[in-house]
């Protein structure tokens, strides 16, 4: 593609949750800049632990490094941001996860924030990564769900529930001041779950759309 586009990746094999995300972002970034989106092969079709994002981070900088040309930027889009670091040492555009961009949108005029999500093997590299960023005095923890993960993602009505309890106790017990919803697969759940909170309901996918956009600009 010649024209300036943003290029999401997703290390996560499932072409559904793809076009999920790709979705998502054209949402987000309107008539501002197109998205071009790649889908990893070698990965499962939704990453739920350590072991598997780790090995799915060599594919993020294989795709990024075969489609990334004219790119605005590159967006990887698991919340683990498998790749990250090796793909910016490969590439001359700005690189960000969506779980980067997410705590930094969360955080940002000194919010005290936390995450949702449906990945408890996540949880601690989700804590160290709000420390690599600098953020662990506002980062107010996680929530998390029991049981399957990838059961729970394939249904809208349940992964509804769950996660809007979550965010309900992240704000009620935890005291944040903004919920990011963690996980590329969940973000249409936080666009449902938006309106029901009084205080934000971030999608880690358009938080790293205007990630991009603002350094752009």
């Not at 990965?43 to 490094?65: N, R």
């Not at 992964?159 to 106790?169: A, C, M, N, P, S």
């Amino acid at each position: 593609m010649s024209q300036p586009h943003i290029l999401l990746i997703n290390p996560n094999s499932s072409p559904a949750t793809t076009d999920m995300m790709c979705a998502i972002a054209e949402r987000a970034a309107g008539e501002r800049v197109a998205i071009v989106c790649a889908t990893a092969t070698r990965s499962p079709a939704m990453i739920v632990t350590v072991p598997e994002l780790e090995a799915s981070a060599a594919e993020v900088v294989e795709l990024g490094a075969a489609h990334g040309e004219n790119c605005l930027g590159i967006i990887v889009s698991a919340y683990g941001d498998p790749g990250l670091d090796a793909l910016r040492a490969q590439v001359d555009v700005p690189v960000v996860g969506i779980c980067e961009a997410s705590m930094l949108a969360a955080a940002r005029g000194g919010r005290r924030f936390s995450v949702a999500t449906v990945t408890p093997d996540l949880l601690d590299h989700i804590a160290a990564k709000a420390e690599a960023l600098g953020l662990g005095g506002l980062y107010a923890g996680a929530r998390c769900s029991d049981g399957d993960a990838r059961a729970l993602a394939g249904n809208a009505e349940a992964l509804d529930r769950t996660l809007g309890e979550l965010v309900r106790l992240s704000i009620e017990d935890d005291g944040a001041e903004a919920v990011i919803i963690g996980g590329g697969p969940l973000g249409a759940a936080a666009d449902r779950l938006r309106p029901l909170f009084p205080v934000p309901v971030l999608g880690p996918i358009p938080c790293a759309v205007e990630h991009l956009l603002d350094r752009a600009a």
